[in-house]
């Protein structure tokens, strides 16, 4: 008799785990790969990393150009890859896609937004997803406004961090400023070299004497080795005519609303003027949703000065947007 209760209890329970394993949560897939995707021509990687395969996509477009961000990254997304699937793209010419292939066409600025445009698209394809958060740096912002104007619709919002905003406005600004530092430091060199800039910037030299003298005024070391000039001026023989003429464009005329959210997020702790331009553009452009974040201990890369309250910040516009 005994015997035939356990039996019965065997059956009865036996269907019970079944429907209670069922209804378990499953565990989402960690993603750390990378992916290579033929488009305009040639191949282009990406690196695809997060905690949970279910989590909304974050598509980071790194600035320069051709200044790759992979492994920059991995100091300033550990916290990211638990909220977002974290994708970070080499451009043509740079980085992990340089080592793939050479650009078969003439850089320009057209193209390297067709690039993103289309990368964008097959990000979306291939996760199935109908939506992701676009996050730009500094010259990445070329790239990233002509998206946020041409398909809002794809953007759960657009996060902009150092954004260029009129190139000929803060490049003057910044003029300015190491006009009168190099005085107050009765610096020579830097007056007389300063001193031939001409804004807009028209020639390779006008752009590396502004950048020589506002890196070392930061306390940049490697602007003041030898080989500074000889690496620069590499940097400047495939990209130079690129960033001339993206550059060449005003924010405040070229776009003065967009339909999804967005954001903006500047470092000031050195308080030069030329940050302003990022809080006044904000000011100015409409959109759905805004924002605009401070980060007061950080220049031009916040994600090396201040990493967690970055990635705080990129998880608090997820929360408000999605």
Request: one cysteine or more; proline letters at 4%; charged letters at 25%.
């Amino acid at each position: 008799m005994m015997k035939h209760f356990f039996s019965l209890l065997l059956i009865l329970f036996i269907p019970f785990m079944a429907i209670s394993q069922k209804r378990l949560p499953q565990k989402s897939a960690i993603i750390d790969t990378s992916d290579v995707v033929t488009i305009n021509g040639i191949r282009h990687y990406l690196s695809i990393k997060g905690k949970d395969s279910g989590k909304p996509i974050l598509f980071f477009l790194h600035g320069g150009p051709g200044t790759s961000m992979i492994e920059t990254s991995e100091t300033f997304s550990d916290q990211l890859r638990n909220a977002f699937i974290v994708i970070n793209w080499d451009q043509r010419q740079t980085g992990a896609t340089l080592q793939l292939n050479a650009s078969v066409q003439p850089l320009s600025t057209s193209l390297l937004k067709d690039d993103a445009n289309q990368m964008l698209a097959y990000i979306l394809k291939k996760y199935k997803r109908k939506k992701l958060y676009l996050v730009s740096h500094s010259w990445g912002s070329v790239l990233g406004f002509d998206i946020a104007q041409k398909h809002p619709e794809l953007l759960y919002a657009y996060i902009a961090i150092s954004p260029i905003i009129d190139q000929d406005k803060a490049g003057q600004l910044t003029i300015d400023m190491l006009q009168d530092w190099a005085k107050s430091e009765h610096n020579v060199l830097a007056q007389e070299e300063i001193e031939k800039v001409k804004v807009p910037f028209e020639t390779k030299e006008d752009l590396f004497y502004s950048q020589k003298w506002l890196f070392i005024k930061n306390g940049v070391d490697f602007a003041q080795k030898e080989d500074f000039k000889t690496n620069y001026y590499k940097w400047m023989n495939v990209w130079f005519p690129t960033w001339k003429e993206s550059v060449t464009l005003n924010m405040f005329r070229s776009l003065s609303s967009v339909d999804c959210p967005i954001y903006f997020i500047e470092g000031n702790a050195d308080q030069y003027k030329m940050h302003d331009l990022v809080k006044e553009y904000y000011a100015f452009i409409k959109a759905p949703k805004k924002g605009f974040y401070w980060m007061t201990k950080s220049g031009h890369t916040v994600f090396n000065t201040e990493p967690e309250k970055l990635q705080q910040t990129i998880i608090d516009i997820k929360k408000a947007t999605l």
